[in-house]
């Protein structure tokens, strides 16, 4: 018998694991991942940023915990002998309506109390010769790092303080009892039993699937996004010193198509935003058709796909057309030609979207009496993992300490 079991191996799992371990140091807890390695599916396919709170509303729970996941992130970094890169970002205006947003932008820095310089064309020009705009934002903070090695240096320090792990193992159903939670799991073609006092589920495109399991009603499903991208020919490695950023659409949830500088020297161009026929389906013709038909069946899913039509229907054809991609950096890079772009890793976003259609731009939580599940931890969750770890620590503190 476990006392807490944690579901989920990303870098949000692995945070909450360690810190839970860290504040309960005499109970057992065990993480599961049900692939052979951690940080497979969202933390292993991102770009790498450590974000520093530019887009959220002043005092909402996603810029506070930016911000303070920034600190933190450099901190363990700095700590655990990872490698970090603070190169910082532009935000590049390339119309006068994106000169609008950037304003609104900068003001919003301002109130987050973000270190940030607004920039006119000489001075956009100046920084960076090959990137082209009539203004920018010069956010000072942002750096870059490898999530995958962050996420491993968590796993090692939980693992240090006594938590187990057990990769390679699938939650296939659950059931929760008056005392505690059994769960049934596959491991090496074997089926077993594990039960636990209290369950935290952590498990980013499969949280609908886990809640469901326990018989959870909740109001949202998950619908997967995947963002391509691109690595630039080696001879543009150093094409810019900064990460580069549109402006973006505040009607939509995603950033647009940047360029990324990666902390192995590399550059990336993306990601954009396609409808996903499969939840871990990372090259272009992936289809599953457990996972198509449970999307169809959900309004949701028709609402949201009706509501951003246009946008999704031009995403879709950039996706099948490198040319029109390449504009999308071109507008700011116009030096970049289709040969450039050489082939590089998909990801996949796990975007909760309500039953009216609604996309789920902040954290969202479900609860059983002996469960918590992470149903939506969004973009920048990387950044934050170590607060995000620690809201979750304190909030399974609030509901379960008192009974263990």
């Known amino acids: 018998m476990h006392d807490y079991i944690i579901v989920g191996g990303g870098i949000i799992g692995a945070s909450t694991a360690w810190q839970l371990k860290k504040k309960y140091p005499n109970k057992r807890i065990l993480l599961l991942e049900k692939e052979h390695e951690f940080a497979q599916h969202q933390t292993g396919h991102n770009s790498g940023v450590i974000h520093a709170g530019v887009y959220y509303p002043p005092k909402s729970l996603k810029a506070e915990f930016c911000k303070q996941g920034a600190i ?13 890169e603070n190169c910082g970002k532009l935000i590049v205006a390339t119309s006068k309506i994106e000169l609008e947003r950037m304003q609104a932008l900068f003001e919003r ?3 987050n109390d973000i270190d940030v310089e607004l920039l006119d064309q000489n001075q956009l020009t100046l920084l960076e010769p090959m990137i082209h705009g009539l203004g920018a934002l010069h956010v000072k903070t942002t750096s870059i790092v490898d999530y995958q090695e962050v996420t491993l240096g968590m796993i ?18 659950g059931q929760e009892f008056e005392h505690e939670i059994e769960l049934t799991c596959t491991h090496a073609g074997q089926t077993m039993q594990l039960n636990t006092r209290y369950l ?18 909740t109001d949202f499903q998950i619908v997967p996004y995947r963002g391509e991208y691109y690595r630039l020919d080696t001879k543009h490695n150093q094409i810019v010193k900064h990460l580069i950023y549109p402006v973006p659409d505040p009607d939509l949830p995603f950033l647009g198509v940047h360029l990324t500088k990666m902390i192995d020297g590399s550059v990336t161009v993306g990601p954009n935003a396609v409808q996903g026929w499969k939840r871990e389906g990372y090259s272009k013709l992936n289809f599953s058709a457990r996972d198509t038909i449970q999307m169809l069946k959900f309004k949701g899913f028709w609402r949201v796909t009706r509501r951003h039509c246009k946008t999704g229907l031009k995403e879709l054809f950039n996706s099948w057309w490198k040319p ?3 504009k999308q950096v071109q507008k700011y890079c116009p030096s ?22 609604t996309l789920v731009h902040d954290f969202l939580f479900a609860e ?14 990387a950044t934050s993992a170590i607060p995000i770890g620690a809201h979750i620590c304190q909030k399974v503190a609030d509901k ?5």
């Open 336 to 357: 970049l030609t289709v040969e450039d772009l050489k082939p590089y890793p998909a990801g996949i976003r796990a975007q909760a979207v309500l039953q009216d259609g």
């Open 72 to 84: 933190d992130t450099l901190d363990f970094c700095h700590r655990h002998g990872i490698k970090v």
């Open 109 to 111: 820095c301002q109130q």
């Open 324 to 326: 029109a991609y390449l």
């Open 368 to 381: 059983s009496t002996r469960s918590l599940h992470v149903c939506n931890a969004p973009s920048p969750a």
């Open 200 to 217: 935290i589920t952590c498990s980013g495109l499969m949280a609908d699937r886990l809640t469901a399991m326990l018989g959870i009603k």
């Open 400 to 404: 379960f300490a008192p009974n263990s």
């Open 156 to 173: 090692k320090d939980y693992i240090e303080l006594g938590g187990e792990i057990g990769l390679s193992t699938q939650v296939i159903a």
